[in-house]
């Protein structure tokens, strides 16, 4: 069964940094391009950074650009998100999802991991 | 970035009805085009690919259409099940976009 599971998220001050975690299994991970995708409380999605299966590709949204940095390790199979600078606005539910299809273009995410909650709040 | 902005934002349905929910990309995505549903506290799940092609294991209720800029998500009849919000989203880049999404109600 292919499934992802994310750790790391918690409450953090402005200002702070925290590294989210997303382990694969089920699936040969070093293949896919994996994404992270938030969710403010009550708001819709929004794309934050995607890496492609050997990280020769990496992409930021411009919100989170020069603060957050995307990175795998395929050995260990895991994604990690490692968030620097912390903003209020950056309060959301982190999803770790990865391609549909194993391929150098893009496709859709599916699966998604169950998620994990950042606040960050003083 | 290409926007993609859905329509409407809320639709209130009864069960058996045709619900039709619209996304425009403020670019041609040709049919770069997925929808996904969430349900509260779920991650999404993905419903429609390539505009138009259903995932595997989706009730053949759900269709999409639409090519370029102009794409819809047809609920044939509406189910219990399918009260939830529907996300557009474009991969015609890699700097992915989705849609403000459309909660259904009852």
């Known amino acids: 069964e292919v499934q992802l599971v994310e750790s790391g998220g918690g409450l953090v001050k402005p200002g702070g940094s925290l590294r989210l975690s997303c382990e694969g299994s089920g699936f040969y991970f070093s293949s896919y391009k994996m994404s992270w995708v938030r969710q403010a409380p009550g708001k819709g999605l929004e794309w934050v950074s995607s890496i492609s299966g050997y990280s020769n590709y990496i992409y930021h949204a411009d919100s989170v650009k020069g603060r957050f940095t995307i990175s795998r390790d395929n050995a260990k199979n895991s994604l990690y998100l490692q968030m620097n600078s912390l903003r209020v606005e950056d309060t959301a539910v982190y999803y770790c999802?990865?391609?549909?299809?194993?391929?150098?273009?893009?496709?859709?995410?599916?699966?998604w991991g169950q998620g994990t909650v950042v606040t960050v709040s003083s | 970035d290409i926007q993609m902005t859905q329509s409407p934002s809320t639709l209130s349905a009864s069960v058996g009805d045709r619900v039709t929910i619209t996304c425009r990309a403020s670019q041609s995505i040709s049919a770069w085009l997925a929808w996904y549903q969430q349900k509260p506290g779920k991650a999404p799940k993905l419903l429609i690919y390539k505009a138009s092609s259903l995932e595997s294991g989706v009730p053949s209720r759900f269709s999409g259409s639409g090519s370029g800029t102009e794409f819809t998500l047809t609920i044939s009849s509406l189910q219990p099940d399918d009260f939830a919000t529907y996300y557009c989203q474009q991969y015609h880049s890699y700097f992915l976009t989705f849609g403000g999404g459309t909660k259904v109600e009852i």
């Open positions: 999802a990865r391609d549909t299809i194993a391929t150098t273009g893009t496709s859709p995410a599916d699966p």
